[in-house]
């Protein structure tokens, strides 16, 4: 992937339904998957949950900001917001 670079999207979720953290990261991977096939380059590294701010963090690789808010669309997750990220 040309031009990549590191985004994270940050969405609520609160601690009564934490167990649906394994369900949105499948759909998140999914949706990157689905999105990458269509020649949108873009990849979902890996999602962290606080619990404590009752925040998910879903860390991309990706073009643009754009494209990351795609993918969270797609999975049917809102995005609060979404930021690139250095590391």
């Known amino acids: 992937m040309s031009d990549v670079r590191t985004y994270l999207a940050e969405s609520h979720l609160p601690r009564i339904r934490r167990g ?3 369900d949105a990261a499948s759909r998140v991977r999914r949706a990157a998957e689905e999105l990458a096939s269509e020649g949108q380059p873009v990849r979902h590294l890996h999602t962290t949950f606080v619990p404590e701010d009752e ?8 073009t ?10 797609r999975a ?12």
């Open 64 to 73: 643009s900001v754009a494209a990351v808010g795609e993918v969270m669309r």
């Open 76 to 87: 049917a997750l809102a995005a609060d917001r979404i930021v690139e990220a250095v590391g």
């Open 55 to 62: 925040v998910c963090l879903h860390v991309f690789e990706a």
């Open 20 to 22: 649906d953290l394994p």
